[in-house]
T-cell receptor
Framework: AQSVTQPDIHITVSEGASLELRCNYSYGATPYLFWYVQSPGQGLQLLLKYFSGDTLVQGIKGFEAEFKRSQSSFNLRKPSVHWSDAAEYFC????????????FGIGTKLQVIP | GAVVSQHPSWVICKSGTSVKIECRSLDFQATTMFWYRQFPKQSLMLMATSNEGSKATYEQGVEKDKFLINHASLTLSTLTVTSAHPEDSSFYICGLLGAVNTEAFFGQGTRLTVV
């Protein structure tokens, strides 16, 4: 069965500092990988996704993520964090045959301090 | 991307009553919609997948008689929590498959509190 691990439940960074959120997945075939962001009381917004091709994917709001098959990782990065980035971030993996089932990680709560 | 409207955004109900949550696709005809549940400090757990015009497919451990899902049209799916109890208090989020079947769009969620 597929699974997603986000080892950091809570991360605090200073505004302007760089950010990396870790995500490791377990899935036998080629995964579909996603990063979603959830602001307090809000639904989920897709930041970026990886299906195939270039392993470095660019998303919205200045985020990027790199798929590393050898490490089964899909870490999310941003070079300079803004206070508005404070939210909860979910990594997710879907079946390679389509979206039909997606497993989410536990989420990483990002706090940004001035 | 598709716009998904979920209503209500929050609801408080008495134990033993039923609550209906609506999920509407405003600009897209969704043949497949999802319902997730999120407990505090936990991830989103898929409850069921609903397909327009057919019965929903429930995940293991989810009581289909307690969580009634209806997907009567391509733009509306409803989740009814029947005989709600305090342990049903949670954040419920609906989602739908996008046009290329490889991306999902989510509603803003419903915070259910059963007292």
């Amino acid at each position: 069965a597929q699974s997603v691990t986000q080892p950091d439940i809570h991360i605090t960074v200073s505004e302007g500092a760089s950010l990396e959120l870790r995500c490791n997945y377990s899935y036998g075939a080629t995964p579909y990988l996603f990063w979603y962001v959830q602001s307090p009381g809000q639904g989920l917004q897709l930041l970026l996704k990886y299906f195939s091709g270039d392993t470095l994917v660019q998303g919205i709001k200045g985020f990027e993520a790199e798929f590393k098959r050898s490490q089964s990782s899909f870490n999310l990065r941003k070079p300079s964090v803004h206070w508005s980035d404070a939210a909860e971030y979910f990594c997710a993996v879907g079946y390679s045959g389509g979206y039909q089932k997606v497993t989410f990680g536990i989420g990483t709560k990002l706090q940004v301090i001035p | 991307g598709a716009v998904v409207s979920q209503h209500p955004s929050w609801v408080i109900c008495k134990s033993g009553t039923s609550v209906k949550i609506e999920c509407r696709s405003l600009d897209f005809q969704a043949t497949t919609m999802f319902w997730y549940r999120q407990f505090p400090k936990q991830s989103l757990m898929l409850m069921a997948t609903s397909n327009e015009g057919s019965k929903a497919t429930y995940e293991q451990g989810v009581e289909k008689d307690k969580f009634l899902i209806n997907h009567a049209s391509l733009t509306l799916s409803t989740l009814t929590v029947t005989s709600a109890h305090p342990e049903d208090s949670s954040f419920y989020i609906c989602g739908l498959l996008g046009a290329v079947n490889t991306e999902a769009f989510f509603g803003q969620g419903t915070r259910l509190t059963v007292v």
